[in-house]
């Protein structure tokens, strides 16, 4: 353990961020599982709402510095792709 009272303090204040973006990251996987679920299914219309949800809280983590841009935006597509190619 640290002794150093600024030290000690990065050590509480690493482990709250570490929680908040692990929940952040919990919650977009979950969406991301609604949009597979939907493409499993075969429901398009199910799909392209769970996609919009989905897109809203990558983009959410994105903004609050969870996801890196670029690694947002290869979810965003992958997912769209995917929507897009159902029948």
């Known amino acids: 353990m640290a002794n150093i009272k600024s030290a000690k303090k990065r050590i509480l204040v690493a482990e709250t961020k570490a929680a908040r973006n692990k929940a952040?990251?919990?919650k977009v996987k979950t969406y991301v599982?609604?949009?597979e679920a939907a493409i499993t299914a075969g429901d398009k219309a199910a799909a392209q709402a769970a996609l919009l949800a989905?897109?809203?809280?990558?983009?959410?983590a994105t903004s609050k510095g969870v996801y890196h841009k670029?690694?947002?935006s290869r979810k965003v597509s992958r997912l769209s792709k995917a929507v897009n190619a159902m029948a």
């Open 54 to 60: 989905a897109t809203s809280e990558i983009d959410k």
């Open 24 to 26: 952040i990251r919990s």
């Open 33 to 35: 599982k609604k949009v």
């Open 70 to 72: 670029n690694t947002a």
